[in-house]
C-alpha cells in the first residue's frame, strides 16, 4: 500500500533552517509529481511546493519563495524540503502529499 511518512520537523530559531524528508513506498515513485503542504493551527491546509516527476521543475507557494527548495531522490524514492531563514509563521504541521495519498505530517515550531 501507499505510504509517505515525514521526518526532520522540530523546534528551530528565527532564522534558522531544518530539512524535512518524505520516504514514499507503495507506488512508482519516479512517475509522480510530488507536493509539500503546510497546515497551521487554526487554519486551512495550504500549499507549499511541488517538484515534478524527474524532479527538473518546481514551483512554490509566494510565502516561501526564495527561502525554500524542494527536491527529490528517485533513486531513494525521497522528497526533500530545505527550509532556510524560517519565521515564526512558517510554524505548522508539514505534509508530503502524492496524487490522493498523504502523509502523517511533522510539526515545525518556530519560535525564540
Known amino acids: 500500500q501507499v505510504q509517505l511518512v515525514e521526518s526532520g520537523g522540530g523546534l528551530v530559531q528565527p532564522g534558522g533552517s531544518l530539512r524535512l524528508s518524505c520516504a514514499a513506498s507503495?507506488?512508482?515513485?519516479?512517475?509522480?509529481?510530488m507536493n509539500w503542504y503546510r497546515q497551521a493551527p487554526g487554519k486551512e491546509r495550504e500549499f507549499v511546493a511541488y517538484?515534478?516527476?524527474?524532479?527538473?521543475?518546481?514551483n512554490y507557494a509566494d510565502s516561501v519563495k526564495g527561502r525554500f527548495t524542494i527536491s527529490r531522490d528517485n533513486a531513494k524514492n525521497t522528497v526533500y524540503l530545505q527550509m532556510n531563514s524560517l519565521k515564526p509563521e512558517d510554524t505548522a504541521v508539514y505534509y508530503c502529499?502524492?496524487?490522493?495519498?498523504w502523509g502523517q505530517g511533522t510539526q515545525v515550531t518556530v519560535s525564540s
Open positions: 502529499h502524492a496524487f490522493s495519498y
Open positions: 507503495g507506488f512508482t515513485f519516479s512517475n509522480y509529481r
Open positions: 517538484i515534478s516527476s524527474s524532479g527538473d521543475s518546481a
